[in-house]
Structure formats: structure tokens, C-alpha cells
């Protein structure tokens, strides 16, 4: 047995999310690029001003990726949820990807916590296929054969997820750098398809997202983003280095006090494939083709919206996309997104007293003294909260949304598919199966909104105590 120390899971997350980016950057050298142009606007912006980063220090803006994966069966969810939870991540979130017509759901593994996030805030977005939502019959079993002959996960990986188990949900510190390489494995890129060039055909005419499912050795990460501080500036910048990029970008227009996330990405690239004859994978017997399903992707965080904020969002989104949808130009249709959004404070303490966002509020114990509102109080009251706060002994922090948005997501998705895929290859039926996900994944989803809010509700109880004062 090893008798080194155990590793604590948000280092381990860290080493992870680094030898996943340095393995994709060398898969998709765009993906360097992309870092670099990324990390030079975030150093102007920090230089500028520390006010685009809310209260996130500029080591987590440095380490801080998401990436993404789609998932055939249950039982592949299964292991890699038990992967993600070594990595202290666990599944926050339903999202039905159905409604812009992809037989998917997704959930985020994410950490939960305030100083788990603040070490490192890695996610991965993974979505898993909807057999039952498929149209064809021959495509839904074609699928399901492929899928069930594939093993994402090597033996040795799931040996050391045993062990981890065995010793509490830990690795000691010489097992890691066996552990990595393995866990690795399954979000690698394999140039050699793991089915024939006419089953990705069939698959890729029904659905092509379908293919990339089922068709792989592996569940290959399809981007990693990095954070950045300014996305317009991003996104000129990705034109102007010659990318493919996406004509707009995804989730609220540009504001002074940004909100939830916007992102955009340059457009899959076609790699090059090699398919087997038949079903053994014999080296000599392979067809070259190609597939598209690997892109670059970038975004910039705002702040977590709540129960009510995020209401109006998606009304105002709603509103905007039916007034914008007759309209081809682009300039055009920003401003119709612009002054549909009009409604949406944007100023921080508007937001806050109107309840439409989530702060983390933090005391200044040497302004108590001088504190006039303090006087004769022994109740933490919302009225003192606020006389508090101009008074400058509680200070009010936006908490940075650490999830996704749906519609930016399928936004994203459908970029990178052809667009003359068949809609009608998925059930119009399909609904929104935050059960089915729950069962697929074997236990039940974290509610974003509930763990925003346990963040902001403990930061009031740290002033309170502080304070002296009772809730
Ligand atoms: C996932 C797309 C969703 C995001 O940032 O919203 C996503 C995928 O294409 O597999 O990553
Ligand atoms: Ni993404």
C-alpha cells in the first residue's frame, strides 16, 4: 500500500484542469491561441481597472476553464460523475437541450463551494444522449450498438476510482500521476473511429450529433474556455487573428455591470478520421475521412441572477429574440436586443435592492465604532442591512455565476452542426426530463439558485456575528 499523504481534492481538480488544457492544446493548437489572446485582454483590463472581476482574485481568473463532453449511456454518466466527484465537482443543474431540437440533457459538474470555486472553478458541461427522443428506429439501435460495444474507461482508471473510493474519496500523492494519465484517456481526441464509415454516415445524416456520440473511442472534450474580462474586445481580436468566429455573441448584450455569462467560439474544426472496415479495428484496414466537432470557445462571467432576476432575463430574452426575428443585420439586430434589455438595471445597487441578484456581503469591523445606525440595535434587521451599507460597514459583492445558460448552450451546439440537418429527426414531443437525467446519473441534481443563495445567507451570518447582532 502507498503511505504518502491524501491529496485534497481542489488540488487535485487544479492538476487536472492543467493537464487537460495542456493535452488540448496540443490537440487543437487554436486553443493556445485563444489562451493567449485571452490572457493579454485580461491584463489590460486588470491594468485598467479591478472593477471587471467583482470579487474573484486574478489566480482563479488564471486557472479558470470549462469544458465540455457528450455522453452516451447511463452507466458512462455513472463513472464519469464518480471521476468529477475525486475532483471535489458534483452535478449542479438540469438543462433540456431539446427544445432547440438535439435528442440531449445536460447537467454541470462543478464545485459548490465559496472556497472550493475560489481555488478553482473548473466545470465541465456534459450532456447525454436521449435515445428515446430519436425519430428513426434503425438510427435509435444503430446507436445504442455502438454505444454499448465502447469502453471510454480504461481498466487501470477504474481500478484507481475503486481505490479511491476505498480510501475516502481520496488519492494519495504518488498515485495521482497514474491516476491523471488514465482519467485523461477518456477525454482525449481518437483520430480512429470506433465504427464503420457507413454507421457514422447513417448516424451523421439522421442526426450529427449523433455521430460525434456514438461513433468515438472516447467521450473527447469538444472545447475548453477560458474566462475572459472583455469579451468584445475578445471577439475582435478572435476576427482579427483570421478565426472562423460566430457572428454573435450568445446571452445578454453588453452591459456596464455584466449578468450571468455571454460566450462565443470560432466554428468546429474538420479533423481528420480514420474509420474501420468492419467491426474489428485491424491498422491496416481503415477509411480516411473527416469529422467536425472540436471548436474554441471563450466567455465572460457576470453576476448570479436570482429566482426573480432570472425570470426577467428570460422574459426579456423571450422578447427580444420575437422582436429580432425577422432581422437579418446584425447591427440592427443588437440594437433591438439593447433596447429590449433597457429594462434590466444595470447598476449594481439597483439590482440588489430590487432582489434581483446574489451578493456576498462582507463587514468592515473598524467602522463599527462610528456606525450610527448601530446604535440601540440588537437585530440584524434588512432595514440596518441597508443603513449598513451606506454607511460603508457592510460592503455588498455580486457573486459570479459559476453555471450555464440553455440557450446559449443549444446557440453554441448549433453552430457547429450543418445546418441542413433533419429537424424532424427527434420527437416533437420532446419535453424537458429532469427525472430521466437524475435516474441516468444516479442521484438527484444540485439547484444553482439554493447554493447561491446558501453563499449569500452565510456572509450574512458572518456579518451578523461580527456585528454582534441577532438574526
Ligand atoms: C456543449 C455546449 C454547451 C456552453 O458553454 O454553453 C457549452 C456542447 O457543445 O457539447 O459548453
Ligand atoms: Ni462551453
Partial sequence: GSCSAVVEQDHLRTIFALALSSMYRKEVPLYGDLVSIVRDINSQVLFRTRLGLGSDSSERLDVERHGAIRLGTPAELQTVRRIFA????????????????????????????RESLARNPFRVFTTLLRPELLDSDEARMLALKLLERRQIFTEKLLEWLDIADSQGGRLKADQIEHFI??????????????????????????????????????????????????????????????MAVKSAIEGPPQR????????????????????????????????????????????????????????????????????????IEQSRRDAIVAAVFDRFPDDWSALRSQGLLFCEYSCDTTRIKTAMSLEKKSHFTP??????????????????????????????????????????AIQSLARYDRSGLECALGCKVLSSETLYAGIEEESLERCAVALGLVR
Fill in 86 to 113: 475525486l475532483l471535489g465537482m458534483r452535478a449542479v443543474d438540469y438543462y433540456d437541450l431539446s427544445v432547440a431540437g438535439l435528442p440531449m440533457h445536460a447537467t454541470a459538474f462543478r464545485s459548490v463551494d
Fill in 256 to 327: 456596464q455591470h455584466p449578468i450571468l455569462l455571454r460566450q462565443t467560439s470560432f466554428l468546429a474544426l474538420e479533423e481528420p478520421v480514420r474509420f474501420p472496415y468492419n467491426d474489428s479495428i485491424v491498422a491496416s484496414d481503415l477509411v480516411s475521412g473527416s469529422h467536425k466537432a472540436r471548436f474554441g470557445e471563450i466567455e465572460e462571467r457576470g453576476a448570479a441572477l436570482t429566482a426573480k432576476g432570472r425570470q426577467l432575463y428570460d422574459e426579456l430574452q423571450s422578447a427580444a429574440l420575437c422582436a429580432g426575428q425577422s432581422i
Fill in 383 to 424: 432595514e440596518l442591512l441597508e443603513a449598513l451599507i451606506t454607511e460603508g460597514v457592510i460592503q455588498a459583492r455580486p457573486i459570479t455565476y459559476e453555471d450555464f445558460l440553455p440557450f446559449s448552450a443549444a446557440g453554441i451546439f448549433r453552430s457547429n452542426l450543418q445546418s441542413n440537418f433533419k429537424q424532424a
Fill in 181 to 242: 494519465p488514465q482519467a485523461l484517456l477518456t477525454f482525449s481526441w481518437r483520430p480512429t473511429a470506433a465504427a464503420t464509415y457507413a454507421e457514422y454516415e447513417e448516424l451523421r445524416e439522421e442526426h450529427p450529433i449523433l455521430a460525434d456520440v456514438a461513433c468515438f473511442q472516447s467521450a473527447h472534450i469538444n472545447h475548453l474556455t477560458p474566462r475572459v474580462l472583455d469579451i468584445e474586445a475578445a471577439h475582435r481580436a478572435m476576427q482579427a487573428a483570421g
